[in-house]
C-alpha cells in the first residue's frame, strides 16, 4: 500500500550545517508536501511540489522530487535551533498519506 | 483569525465512555479532517468532510462518527471509548473541497487517554 518513507528517522547536525532529509513512495501521486511539526504541536504546512515540478524553493527550504525514482527530497540550509522538529512528507493523489516523520535536532 | 480550534486540550476518559472532540475553523474552509497521531507513526486520516453535509471515511474510521452541519465545525464522537483509542487527535481544515492539491491548516491537537 501507497506509504511515504522518510529517511533517515532521526538527524543530528550542528547549527550552521544543512540538513537533508527523502521521502520515497510506491504510486504515482499528484502532489507531495512537506509538513513541520514542533514538539507537542499541530503540524505547519512548509512546501507544496506538484508531480509536474522538479524543484521549488522556500526561504531556507529547497525541495525536489523525481518521479522516476518516485522520491523527493527536503533541504534545510544554514539550519538554526529553531528548526529542531518532526518533518513529515505527505503523498497526494485521491487520498493524502503521511509518512512517520525525519526527527530533526540542531545542536548548539 | 484564529485558525483552526480544538477542545479540549487533553481528555482522560473510561473504557466504554463517549465524548466529542471538537474542532472549529473561521476560514471558511470547504474540506475538514480528523487525524489520530500515534507514537513512531505518522498522521492516520480517520474521517473528512468536503463540504458541509458531506462526510466520508479515512483510513481508521471504526469507533468514530463525524457530522458536519456547518462549515465552520466538524466535531468527531467516540461512542465506547477503547484503550486503542488512547492518542493524540488532529483536527485540519483546508481551501477548496480537494485536499489532495492544498496545504492544510491544523489545530494544535487533543491528546486523549482512555483508561
Known amino acids: 500500500s501507497q506509504q511515504g518513507e522518510e529517511d533517515p528517522q532521526a538527524l543530528s547536525i550542528q547549527e550552521g550545517e544543512n540538513a537533508t532529509m527523502n521521502c520515497s513512495y510506491k504510486?504515482?501521486?499528484?502532489?507531495l508536501q512537506w509538513y513541520r511539526q514542533n514538539s507537542g504541536r499541530g503540524l505547519v504546512h512548509l512546501i507544496l511540489?506538484?508531480?509536474?515540478?522538479r524543484e521549488k524553493h522556500s526561504g531556507r527550504l529547497r525541495v525536489t522530487l523525481d518521479t522516476s525514482k518516485k522520491s523527493s527530497s527536503l533541504l534545510i540550509t544554514a539550519s538554526r535551533a529553531a528548526d529542531t522538529a518532526s518533518y513529515f512528507c505527505a503523498l497526494c493523489y485521491d487520498k493524502i498519506i503521511f509518512g512517520k516523520g525525519t526527527r530533526l535536532h540542531i545542536l548548539p | 483569525n484564529a485558525g483552526v480550534t480544538q477542545t479540549p486540550k487533553f481528555q482522560v476518559l473510561k473504557t466504554g465512555q463517549s465524548m466529542t472532540l471538537q474542532c472549529a475553523q473561521d476560514m471558511n474552509h470547504e474540506y475538514m479532517s480528523w487525524y489520530r497521531q500515534d507514537p513512531g507513526m505518522g498522521l492516520r486520516l480517520i474521517h473528512y468532510s468536503v463540504g458541509a453535509g458531506i462526510t466520508d471515511q479515512g483510513e481508521v474510521p471504526n469507533g468514530y462518527n463525524v457530522s458536519r452541519s456547518t462549515t465552520e465545525d466538524f466535531p468527531l464522537r467516540l461512542l465506547s471509548a477503547a484503550p486503542s483509542q488512547t492518542s493524540v487527535y488532529f483536527c485540519a481544515s483546508s481551501p477548496g473541497s480537494s485536499y489532495s492539491y492544498n496545504e492544510q491548516f491544523f489545530g494544535p491537537g487533543t491528546r486523549l487517554t482512555v483508561l
Open positions: 511540489i506538484r508531480s509536474n515540478e
Open positions: 504510486t504515482s501521486i499528484n502532489n
